[in-house]
Structures are given as C-alpha cells and as structure tokens.
C-alpha cells in the first residue's frame, strides 16, 4: 500500500526543515553573518524553501536555539539523572549540558543576541528545568541536599549558577575547567549538599 500524496510533502517539508537546520548550525557557527541564501546553498535547497519553513533570520536563528536546546535536553537525560547519589547526577548533567554548548561557542554567542521574552527564555528551560527539579527532589528527599528550600527555587539557582559560570568562560575571565570547579562547589553549598555518612 503507497502512502498518501501529503504524507509525502510532509516527511519532505520535515526533511528540508532539519537540513536546514542543520546547515544553519554548521555554517553560522563559522560564519555568524551568514545570510539566508548562503544557508539555503549549504542546506541543499532554494531560498524560497528556507522562506517556507522561516519567514525571517530571526526566526532561524530562533528554531536553531530551540534545535541546540533540545540537543542540550538529549545529552542531560544520556547523562544519567536517575543514577547513583543526587549530587553526583546534578553535576554530570550540568557537565553534559556545558559539553553540549562547547560545542557551538560562536554561534551561542550570535544567539545570545536575540531578543528573548522572560516568558519565551523560560519556555525554553522547562524541561532542563524539569530534569534539574527531578534530581533535586531526589536529593531533598535522600536527605542530600536542603530540604527546607522550595525545588523550584533551587532549581532557578542551579540555572543561573550554571549560565554565570559559561558566561566567565565565554568572556575569558576564567578557564573552563576553574569555571567548571566554582560551579560545582557554590552549588554544592547553595543546595546544602550533605555528604552521606
């Protein structure tokens, strides 16, 4: 049985949208001016099509933060959240995700530029967010770490630790494995981290 004339235009329209994505991610990330023809050309489509798919750069730009976003979410939860003390799985997914974003250091920085809404920057965490609360629960309720903070506040704290330590590394104040050291003991204080005996 063939499939269906729009199934067709859809996996098509899917694929075109994440080769350009994709190629999005390569070329700005070496050429952060790059405009929208120059990624229709190393996408492999017409200029019309990437039009289709992202009516502006803006939007680009938005959906390829959205795409290392969720590369980002991918490498957390390959990280192991559920395994071993909470302490030990907060700092590796906190680990993952700095390794997901070395990846793309220069084209972070073209994205850091965009103008981003409070709502939209948290939308764009909530599920860092939710795999961050789900280890810190963890660790409130295995008396690791302080019980007596919300999760949720916790949480926004590991976040914004977690950004000041990649912007020091960014704007070469600080190396990135002394950055990645500050982090992972202010933290570990924040959170009221309690060895186990």
Known sequence: MSSSPARNRRAD???????????????LGAQPNAGMDAIATA?????QTVYAHFPSRDRLLTAVLD?????????????GPDDGPAAEALLRLLDAAD???????????????L???????????TT?????????????????????????????VTIRLAHAAGEETTSGRMPAPESRKALHSTLLRALGHISPP
């Open 13 to 27: 329209a899917r694929r075109s949208r994440a080769a350009i994505l994709d190629a999005a991610v390569r070329l």
């Open 43 to 47: 996408a492999g489509v017409t200029r």
């Open 67 to 79: 795409h290392l976003t969720d590369e980002t979410v991918a490498a957390m939860q390959a990280a």
């Open 99 to 113: 390794r997901a974003a070395g990846r793309h250091p220069a084209l972070l920085r073209t994205l850091g530029s």
């Open 115 to 125: 103008p981003v809404t409070p709502q939209a920057d948290h939308d764009r965490h």
């Open 128 to 156: 860092i967010a939710g795999l961050l609360e789900r280890v810190i629960r963890r660790g409130q309720e295995a008396g690791e770490f302080d019980a007596g903070a919300s999760a949720q506040w916790l949480v926004t």
